[in-house]
């Protein structure tokens, strides 16, 4: 589905991307790992078109995406949900939806989709979304994402400050979502990442130092505490 090949990406004078070869495989939910400041972040924005990438490819389905504008990457099916969520504050749950409908209408199997995931947004249809709790507007900027059919998900620590029953919910959620979309997904929280992860990408310094399956990862301690500083076990 993805697959980037020698990426660099710039910010102002910092180098930040260092060579990123990453493969996310078509209908798998990618696991991408690292320390704080390894590049995840970074990593997806590039993806996403929001950084440019100063050299490299980014392969989507075929087409190199690096020099496209964020709208096109979205056209192509390509959704990212940022790690400070970017929910509009002053309009209702609904009206954040809408906004990501392509047609400014909702398909009705769609919307009922997102309330089977998060019943949430259904019991909050018109309260503004700055009402919500924490992990209601969390709920909301992942259905935000999926309120139209995509190819990718790039979601960024879904999970983080949330409480322990709205991460099952999550993990849950991210469970069906995978039977329809890939995603690849920045998490600091390791035993979501061992729950949900087919695949995964370590990064460090702004290059991917790991790749393979994550159920070999999260089976040999040793590499956890070789690429993360602390072996799974240690973050439940």
């Given amino acids: 589905m993805l697959a980037l090949s020698g990426v660099n990406t710039h910010i102002n004078l910092y180098h930040i991307l260092q060579g990123v070869d990453l493969v996310v495989p078509r209908g798998e939910l990618t696991m991408l790992l690292g320390r704080n400041g390894a590049g995840k972040t970074t990593t997806l924005r590039t993806i996403m078109g929001l950084w440019r990438a100063s050299a490299g490819r980014i392969d989507l389905g075929g087409a190199d995406i690096a020099g496209m504008a964020t709208p096109s990457v979205a056209q192509l099916g390509?959704?990212?949900?940022?790690?400070?969520?970017?929910?509009?504050?002053?309009?209702?749950?609904?009206?954040?939806?809408?906004?990501?409908?392509?047609?400014?209408?909702?398909?009705?199997?769609?919307?009922?989709?997102?309330?089977?995931l998060f019943p949430a947004m259904q019991k909050f249809w018109n309260s503004l979304a700055?009402?919500?709790?924490?992990?209601?507007?969390?709920?909301?900027?992942?259905?935000?994402a999926i309120v139209e059919p995509r190819r990718l998900l790039l979601i960024d620590e879904p999970t983080k400050g949330l409480a322990p029953a709205i991460i099952a919910n999550?993990?849950?959620?991210?469970?069906?979502?995978?039977?329809?979309?890939?995603?690849?997904?920045?998490e600091q929280n390791f035993n979501v990442a061992r729950e949900l992860g087919d695949s995964v990408a370590v990064m460090d310094s702004g290059r991917v130092v790991h790749s393979g399956r994550m159920a070999d990862l999260a089976r040999d301690e040793a590499l956890q505490t070789r690429l993360l500083g602390l072996s799974l076990d240690s973050h439940q």
């Avoid at 509009?88 to 009705?108: C, H, I, Q, Y």
């Avoid at 009402?131 to 935000?144: D, P, T, V």
């Avoid at 999550?170 to 920045?186: N, P, Y």
């Fill in 78 to 116: 390509v959704a990212y949900v940022p790690e400070n969520m970017s929910i509009f504050a002053g309009l209702t749950v609904r009206e954040n939806l809408l906004l990501a409908a392509r047609e400014r209408s909702f398909d009705e199997s769609r919307l009922a989709r997102i309330f089977k």
């Fill in 170 to 186: 999550m993990i849950e959620a991210f469970r069906e979502l995978k039977l329809e979309t890939t995603i690849l997904l920045v």
């Fill in 130 to 144: 700055g009402n919500l709790s924490g992990g209601q507007k969390q709920m909301l900027a992942i259905s935000r």
